[in-house]
Nanobody, 124 residues
Framework: QVQLVESGGGLVQAGGSLRLSCGAS????????MGWFRQTPGKEREFVAC????????YYADSVKGRFTISRDNAKNTAYLQMNSLKPEDTATYYC?????????????????WGQGTQVTVSS
């Protein structure tokens, strides 16, 4: 049974930082591309960042480029999202995703597995 479990969310002031973690189990983590998406009530799910199975290539949404960093530790079966210079508009539930077909995609439909999400709230 595949599980992706996010942690690290919380309440932070604008300009602050948070690091999200995504622990994976039940899959060969090093064979999967990983992604982060976010969603707020009433809005569509939004791509944030993705990283190749090897960790060698990353891609970011323009809205977070230069502020967020996606990374992974295949030895620990964990993906991370370091979020700096947070803005109120970054407030959302953040979801970790895994893609076994390695499509390196910004589309949510390309991902096989999803975590339950972790809430990030940025106050102004």
């Amino acid at each position: 049974q595949v599980q992706l479990v996010e942690s690290g969310g919380g309440l932070v002031q604008a300009g602050g930082s948070l690091r999200l973690s995504c622990g994976a189990s039940g899959l060969t983590f090093s064979s999967y591309d990983m992604g982060w998406f976010r969603q707020t009530p009433g809005k569509e799910r939004e791509f944030v960042a993705c990283i190749r199975w090897s960790g060698g290539t990353t891609y970011y949404a323009d809205s977070v480029k230069g502020r967020f960093t996606i990374s992974r530790d295949n030895a620990k079966n964990t993906a991370y999202l370091q979020m700096n210079s947070l803005k109120p508009e970054d407030t959302a539930t953040y979801y970790c995703t895994a893609d076994g077909s390695r499509r390196f995609s910004i589309r949510g439909s390309s991902y096989d597995y999803w975590g339950q999400g972790t809430q990030v709230t940025v106050s102004s």
